[in-house]
């Protein structure tokens, strides 16, 4: 007997070059969107707020209508414009029948 490895034994290893390869892209995907994330930096919730308010302007002075108030309280932000105005007190008054 020798203390080389049979042939047939090493040949198993090469079923693992695309769980290697697949590993590597992983990676590099990985890496890339660190990398992204470190040039453009957290974008977060004022960057949509900052494009909402230029739709809106644009769009009120395309169609001739009077500007809006612009909010800046963040609760309010985060509550649909549908919702806004509406309580839990108002709600229940609304439905009721007379």
């Known amino acids: ?14 079923n693992l070059i695309p769980v ?3 590993i590597l892209v992983m990676g590099i995907s990985l890496a890339i969107v660190i990398v ?10 004022s960057f949509s707020e900052d494009v909402l308010m230029k739709q809106q302007a644009d769009l009120r ?13 963040p609760e309010v ?5 549908s919702l806004r105005g509406a309580s839990g007190a108002d709600n229940s008054t609304n439905n009721s029948t007379t």
């Open 1 to 14: 007997m020798s203390s080389h490895p049979d042939e047939k034994s090493s040949a198993g290893y090469g």
């Open 36 to 45: 992204l994330y470190v040039w453009f930096g957290f974008l977060g919730p």
């Open 61 to 73: 002075e395309r169609y001739d209508l009077p500007p809006q108030e612009v909010i800046t309280d």
């Open 20 to 22: 290697a390869w697949s």
């Open 77 to 81: 932000l985060q509550t649909p414009p």
